[in-house]
């Protein structure tokens, strides 16, 4: 039921809830909710909601009949004039990318329309090609243009985009140029995925209404000028709590777009906890089958196949993501439990979980057979796992204490290196012995912490994630309905206004890999719930992953991202119209929670 009692959406162009089994693919419209700007939330309607723009009798365009030329010519020179008398778009602004880009050269006598007969030229290469095929499928249903992809020696936008791989470019990794003329787009890269993340500016330089899935008759201008971008970290992060609430692999995959769309390039999936086992282990079965088979309230649960795994890997790795796996280990594994009474210190297998409390579970430090198992399913996961980085937990084993906790992570430490991976733990594995490459993931809502700062001089780098200004489940205000606050309230600004670099004290900037803004998800029970949660905050956390410090100011960032609501409104994406951002038009309601009882809010 919705606030005013109505029923809830339903049919078709709803995004189905986990366990629906619903066939939904990334960018399906998503179900409006109360208070979620969406469209149709009564905000002010934007372009591309499927009206045609009309064009006067008066401003027709006159095509000569006798004009030479095939009837083909004919109709793109029609189609052209047509264009052109369309109501001009303003173009963004070249400096209202976010995140913010490292260096911006603005050129208004060089914007760029581009036109029905733009061909996308790409560098002969398969990567690049794929990153091509990905912008012309983002650009076709709201532009309406054919745009077909080729490849070339040497790429020229020749009135189209041309996207060129270049290695002499010096542009890192991840780092991109992008050149708008009256003639074209051109981004260079050294990398496709330098590429991709110039297509995501490209795409923020259109007009909002890019963003429509249906056509939308417009002229799309681009701004002229030149972007030269690298980002300030090289781990920028996401993470999403599958365990909690089970999100299917079309949510998961959405997830990914919304990463990509902001340039962040990890993704952590959280995929055990106390209330469900989420990933299909062939050694050990009964984990996913029995141990994911519930979630918070017991609602269905579920879990991915390996096939599903690999999926999500694949698809997230061709957008220039890496997935990061978390096993929680010692700790928040009931749900394992559940499935193999034998690693519980007492040997009992204990009922299902669905509550929200922590601290009380863990497998047996003692026990060899604790050790086997952990071998066998971080040993499966590293096979299914391209990336480098295997995230072993290790947070609030409270009945696992002192050389017991610190033997068990050492032991554990050692089995992640044997599978030839880094090992990536919570802040709490600080005080085990130092394996090489280790990182710590800092959640602490207090900079002065140093027994994480002394793991650092013995090595550790960080990721940060500090509750207080990252944790995407916090509330944004005390009436937020869905969320926590136990590290306070987190708003937009909040969450954009600190400096990794100088964050936690004793810590020098060099030891900081880069950030992370986790969602858990104990409250939060469907893909609009977790967009809601995400947007406006995720942007912020993703322009301090990548924009350099001297960019950072709120002011400016406030007005970029006010910008960014009609894109997600025309997109379908949920999010929070926090007060503090001048978002264009009227404000929407707030998500009421959901019905009794479906959830435990007892915690």
Not at 186 to 198: E, M, P, V, Y
Not at 324 to 341: F, K, N, Q, R, S
Not at 354 to 374: H, K, M, N, Q
Not at 425 to 438: F, K, L, S, T
Request: hydrophobic share 40%; proline share 9%; with cysteine.
């Amino acid at each position: 039921m919705l606030a005013d009692g109505s029923a809830a959406p339903s049919g078709p162009g709803t995004t189905a809830q986990p366990g629906a089994g619903s066939a939904a693919q990334p960018g399906d419209a998503t179900t409006a909710r109360p208070g979620v700007a969406v469209p149709g939330d009564g905000s002010a309607a934007v372009p591309g909601d499927g009206a045609a723009v009309a064009v006067p009798a008066a401003r027709q365009p006159q095509v000569d009949p006798a004009a030479s030329g095939t009837a083909g010519e004919l109709a793109g020179v029609a189609q052209r004039a047509a264009e052109a008398l369309l109501t001009p778009t303003a173009p963004a602004r070249l400096g209202d990318v976010v995140p913010a880009p490292e260096r911006v050269t603005p050129d208004p006598a060089a914007d760029f329309t581009l036109t029905p007969d733009a061909v996308i030229r790409v560098s002969a290469d398969p990567a690049a090609l794929a990153v091509g095929e990905r912008l012309a499928a983002l650009l076709r249903p709201a532009t309406g243009h054919p745009l077909p992809v080729t490849d070339a020696t040497a790429p020229q936008p020749a009135g189209g985009i041309a996207l060129v791989l270049d290695g002499d470019a010096g542009l890192g990794p991840e780092g991109y140029r992008l050149s708008v003329t009256p003639h074209g787009v051109r981004i260079t890269a050294d990398t496709a995925t330098g590429l991709h993340h110039g297509v995501q500016t490209l795409r923020q330089l259109l007009p909002a209404t890019v963003e429509s899935p249906t056509p939308v008759r417009q002229r799309w201008v681009l701004p002229g000028g030149e972007i030269l971008d690298r980002p300030r970290y090289a781990y920028r992060s996401a993470m999403l709590d599958v365990s909690r609430h089970f999100f299917g692999v079309a949510d998961v995959l959405r997830v990914v777009d919304h990463l990509a769309r902001y340039k962040l390039n990890h993704l952590h999936l959280h995929l055990t906890d106390d209330q469900g086992w989420r990933i299909a282990v062939d050694s050990w079965p009964r984990l996913a089958t029995v141990g994911g088979a519930t979630q918070v309230g017991g609602g269905p649960g579920g879990h991915y196949t390996k096939g599903d795994y690999r999926r999500i890997v694949a698809y997230a790795a061709e957008r220039g993501i890496t997935v990061v796996p978390e096993i929680d280990l010692p700790g928040h594994t009931h749900a394992a439990l559940t499935a193999y009474g034998e690693l519980s210190p007492d040997r009992i297998a204990p009922p299902p979980y669905t509550g929200t409390e922590v601290g009380f579970s863990y497998v047996d430090p003692a026990s060899g057979r604790t050790y086997e198992f952990v071998a066998d399913v971080l040993g499966e996961i590293a096979a299914l796992t391209p990336g480098r980085f295997l995230h072993i937990g290790g947070d609030e084993a409270f009945k696992v204490k002192g050389a017991a906790y610190t033997g068990f992570v050492e032991r554990v430490q050692r089995i992640v290196a044997g599978v030839g991976r880094t090992v990536v733990g919570w802040h709490q594995i600080a005080p085990a012995a130092h394996v090489d490459g280790r990182v710590l993931q800092w959640w602490g809502t207090d900079g002065d912490d140093a027994v994480t700062a002394e793991a650092v001089r013995r090595g550790a780098r960080l990721i940060l994630s500090p509750a207080n200004h990252a944790y995407l489940d916090m509330k944004y205000a005390p009436d937020t309905p869905i969320g926590h606050d136990w590290a306070g309230l987190v708003d937009v600004r909040r969450a954009y206004d600190w400096d990794p670099a100088t964050h936690l004290n004793g810590v020098p900037a060099e030891a900081v890999l880069g950030v992370e803004a986790p969602l858990w998800t104990e409250s939060v029970t469907t893909l609009t719930e977790a967009e809601f949660m995400l947007f406006p905050r995720l942007p912020a956390i993703a322009e301090l992953g990548w924009s350099a410090r001297a960019t950072h100011d709120w002011a400016g960032f406030r007005q970029r991202l006010a910008g960014h609501g009609e894109r997600w409104s025309t997109a379908g994406i949920a999010y929070h119209r926090c007060p503090t951002v001048p978002w264009p038009g009227p404000c929407g309601r707030v998500p009421l929670p959901r019905s009794a009882g479906s959830t435990d809010r007892s915690a």
